[in-house]
């Protein structure tokens, strides 16, 4: 649904549009509004909607919002208790807020592609992309903090001259000490970088995909955007889901003294 | 598509959120979750015991009532074995005191049989004093023929 602005611009024009974050600043000290503002308000529906059911938690018959809470909690419980082994009071609410906040920064890809952007233009804004998981500085800043806490745990726990013996000597033992480091470097390395690319790129490619559809005739569109639309909840929930239990995997082999 | 500022400030956002939700959000709800899993627990254990105490009970309240059973069917049984008794008891009693009436009566029957044998004798030694008196025309002294007088007197008898 091409709006009379863009249709002078062409389908190139209307694409690289709806791409565009609303910024603000030059060179690296440009910030995406857009990728800001969504994402805080996401969590904060989510930080509200568990608070209230937190707060009238009771261990008698719950509500609706209390029990779908616990579902969620017993969920993602269930998961970190699957692959991680110890005691930790961080990693099980982290799982459940990475959980939750990809899910709901994921969810707006189900709106239409051109609603927020209207209301937007409407208001005086010139671009406005909602989606904040087709921002690589929202899945490379919660990569990288799940990688400072690798490494934190890495350190915390097998000590900084263990983590160094980690890097050094495996996996093929101290004559080959170069190579290990090389190849547990680029191990290391990977994690982050694959655990944002990977979500950003499944969005990114799913709502270009919207995109595209929106660029078609109306009487098509239905027939694409459905499928893509009921496909995408799938997706949506796996990308959160991957997310949220490779974290749990890294961290619990952080925590893993070999 | 470029890494800019935006990173830090999705950076703090995030750690803000994971910090709210591991001190506000999770350990109450997770608490909460784990006492009912607790309650349940001790409502399921409760509930076993309950059943169980229910099949205990069941079982005494049948011993009770077996041995009810028993004590009555023996009361009963004792009760007619009494019974019994008691009627032979009465039946021998009335025996015994019909016995006792028919001796009494013929004692009674031969004691009266003897005065009047002995009235009649007496009368017929008269009618025989009377007749012989009548026959020797003259007074038989009763002084004089006493001997022979009880000795027809005994011949009657």
């Known amino acids: ?258 | 598509m470029s890494i800019n500022a935006t990173l830090i400030g999705q950076m703090i956002t995030f750690a803000l959120l994971v910090w709210f939700t591991m001190k506000y959000i999770w350990p109450p709800l997770f608490d909460s979750l784990e006492e009912r899993r607790k309650k349940i627990a001790e409502g399921l254990a409760a509930a076993e015991k309950g059943q169980e105490d229910m099949i205990l009970a069941e079982k005494k309240a049948k011993g009770v009532l077996k041995e009810a059973k028993e004590q009555s069917s023996e009361i009963v049984s004792l009760a007619q074995k009494r019974a019994n008794e008691i009627v032979e008891e009465s039946k021998e009693l009335a025996k015994k005191e019909g016995d006792r009436l028919i001796l009494s009566a013929k004692a009674q029957i031969d004691q009266e049989m003897q005065q009047a044998r002995e009235s009649l004798r007496q009368e017929v030694a008269a009618l025989a004093l009377s007749a012989a008196e009548q026959i020797l025309g003259a007074e038989i002294d009763h002084g004089k023929h006493q001997d022979i007088i009880s000795k027809v007197s005994n011949q009657l008898g």
């Open chain 1, 1 to 258: 649904m091409a709006t009379e602005a863009h249709a002078a611009e062409g389908a190139t024009g209307y694409i690289i549009h709806h791409l565009t974050p609303l910024h603000f600043g030059e060179g690296f000290w440009t910030l995406h509004l857009d990728t800001l503002f969504f994402s805080a308000l996401l969590g904060g529906l989510f930080v509200w909607f568990f608070k209230s059911a937190a707060e009238k938690a009771t261990a008698d018959v719950p509500g609706l919002v209390q029990s779908f809470a616990e579902m969620l909690i017993e969920f993602v419980d269930t998961q970190v208790k699957d692959s991680f082994h110890g005691h930790s009071k961080l990693i099980a609410p982290l799982a459940l807020t990475i959980f939750c906040w990809v899910f709901l920064w994921n969810f707006m890809d189900l709106f239409p592609v051109d609603i927020f952007p209207l209301i937007g233009s409407l208001m005086g804004i010139e671009y406005l992309r909602v989606v904040p998981s087709t921002d690589l500085n929202a899945t490379f800043a919660m990569s990288i903090s799940v990688f400072c806490l690798i490494i934190f745990y890495s350190i915390k726990i097998k000590g900084p001259w263990g983590f160094a013996k980690e890097l050094m000597f495996q996996p093929f033992g101290p004559w080959l000490l170069p190579f290990n480091l090389l190849l547990k470097l680029v191990e290391e390395i990977a994690k982050p970088i694959s655990l944002a690319l990977r979500l950003f790129g499944n969005l990114y490619a799913g709502e270009l995909i919207f995109i595209l559809i929106a660029l078609l005739p109306w009487y098509i569109q239905p027939a694409l955007s459905f499928p893509w639309a009921i496909f995408h909840i799938l997706i949506i929930t796996l990308q959160a889901f991957i997310f949220m239990v490779l974290t749990i995997v890294y961290l619990s082999m952080a925590h893993e003294d070999h």
